[in-house]
């Protein structure tokens, strides 16, 4: 009884403690007016695009943001602030130009990625991939 009721107290704190830190909000973007305007090059349903944006993803995203962007990829848990749900209507109403600012400038625990995706046909693909996952 005793170690049933030690196991269950610290499942509670455990849990108590992952809830707190995902809880936190982040706080808000602050993005330069020229990366709010910017518009993406990819028209929509390029399915070349699609694919090398995927591929991006895999290789440069997925192991914080998970497979389908919700936020649980493997290293999400060593992360201090949730790395974010991509299929959300909020992350979603982003501008392109919002979405490639914090994808590639970054911020905090988000690493710049401007010297690992140099090509700006490969920003904006994926980019476009990230808008699929709605």
Known sequence: MKKTL?????????????TAVYSQDAK????????????????AGDADAMADGKMLWSKFCKSCHGSKGLGD???????????????TAAF???????????????RDEMPNFEKKVTSEADRWALVAYMRSMK
């Open 92 to 106: 979603q109403k982003n501008t392109d130009g919002e979405i490639y600012y914090m994808s590639f400038i970054g």
């Open 6 to 18: 030690i196991y269950t107290v610290t499942c509670m704190i455990a849990f108590f403690f992952v």
């Open 28 to 43: 808000p973007w602050d993005i330069p007016a020229k990366y709010k305007a910017m518009k993406s090059t990819v028209k």
């Open 73 to 87: 990829g493997p290293k999400s848990a060593m992360l201090k602030t949730f790395p974010g749900d991509f299929s």
